[in-house]
């Protein structure tokens, strides 16, 4: 743990406006943990210090993108952060006509068009060359999920809670928005889709590709935004999930800690997971039939092309035969990728049965 505390240029609320990141220290007391000091001040530090190039930005481009409209609806990928998100994410914006969030847009979400020369290199430089739960590399210009940014706009994410652990049962109801005020709801709405037409602005009005693991328990809001948005979601056995998620938790979120976290991140895994997938179950059939297709991770992994043909096909979108040799050049440079295996205790199988069974039967996964 000495090597994490003294890691502090990882910390992705480094894009953050100097506004979001006060709020985000009075909502949490300005609790600190003392050995994370170095990471808060250095988060500080790169706030002050950027802040006029986010004020230039949004003197030069506040009015053009709020003018912007997204006029083809988005892409949307639904699912558990561990079930594959991130390779579908990959293939799917794997054609010239895709707008999606980068690494750099979402670090520096507030000078992502003004601040690129100047920036980039250096957020490349700053992450590291490959995600530590899964060896996934990491690059400034790849797709991630859209919540890495909206965590430099707004207080209103889960995602908080891994910088600020002791508060993460207060921000998990950003997740779902359950029990949240409709005036919340209608800033984080406001924030989210002015973060969307500032990324389709930058890419000259291109289609978004949107991946973010929270969206899954977001179907409705996102359809009040998006009637006609196409939902792609992918599932895994709850149970590689569970693993994989512990193996986040454990070599991922404490190079972002700003404060010591709790020793048992059981039940808080299992709690999430249940949340998401209840509102899922509950929202999905509001998205017309002609916009959804579930496929498994399994399917992706053991046949990824043909499984994106059939997302062209099934949801009439057009270009797959355009974007079939960049899909292939990108295939082939994961064949030697190997998913983590892992081994569960058998109480902790009979727990995940008995807590996520409606998701076992709904995507006929076995115990076992």
Request: glycine share 4%.
């Amino acid at each position: 743990m000495k090597i994490r505390a003294l890691k502090v240029n990882e910390q992705p609320l480094v894009g953050s406006s100097l506004r979001n990141w006060l709020q985000l220290l009075w909502l949490n007391r300005f609790r600190i943990s003392i050995r994370y000091w170095p990471r808060a001040f250095f988060i500080s530090l790169i706030i002050l210090s950027t802040f006029p190039f986010r004020v230039y930005e949004r003197l030069k481009y506040n009015k053009k993108i709020k003018k912007t409209e997204i006029i083809q609806s988005p892409i949307i990928i639904l699912g558990h952060w561990r079930s594959g998100t991130t390779y579908l994410h990959m293939l799917m914006t794997r054609n010239n006509n895709s707008a999606y969030c980068t690494n750099f847009k979402v670090f520096m979400p507030w000078m992502f068009i003004s601040g690129e020369k100047l920036f980039k290199n250096a957020v490349q430089k700053s992450m590291p060359t490959k995600r530590r739960m899964d060896n996934v590399y990491l690059r400034v210009d790849e797709p991630t999920e859209e919540e890495f940014g909206l965590i430099n706009f707004t207080p209103y994410s889960q995602y908080h809670g891994v910088s600020f652990p002791k508060e993460r049962n207060y921000f998990k109801q950003y997740c779902t928005f359950e029990g949240v005020s409709e005036r919340i709801i209608n800033k984080w709405r406001r924030i989210y889709l002015y973060y969307l037409k500032k990324i389709t602005y930058h890419s000259g009005g291109k289609r978004l590709v949107l991946k973010n693991p929270p969206s899954t328990a977001r179907i409705k809001l996102l359809l009040e935004l998006f009637p006609h948005a196409k939902f792609i979601h992918i599932h895994r056995n709850p149970l590689n999930v569970y693993s994989s998620t512990k193996l986040m938790y454990a070599n991922q979120f404490p190079y972002f800690y700003l404060q010591e976290a709790k020793a048992d991140e059981d039940e808080f895994i299992i709690e999430t997971y249940t949340n998401l997938y209840k509102k899922f179950f509950e929202e999905k059939d509001l998205i017309p039939k002609e916009n959804y297709i579930e496929i498994s991770y399994h399917q992706l992994y053991s046949n990824p092309l043909a499984t994106i043909e059939q997302i062209y096909q099934l949801l009439s979108l057009e270009g797959f035969e355009e974007a079939k040799p960049q899909l292939e050049e990108y295939i082939a440079t994961q064949r030697s990728y190997i998913p983590n295996k892992h081994k569960i205790d058998e109480g902790i199988k009979k727990k995940l049965y008995d807590k996520w069974s409606f998701c076992f039967k709904a995507w006929g996964y076995k115990m076992d």
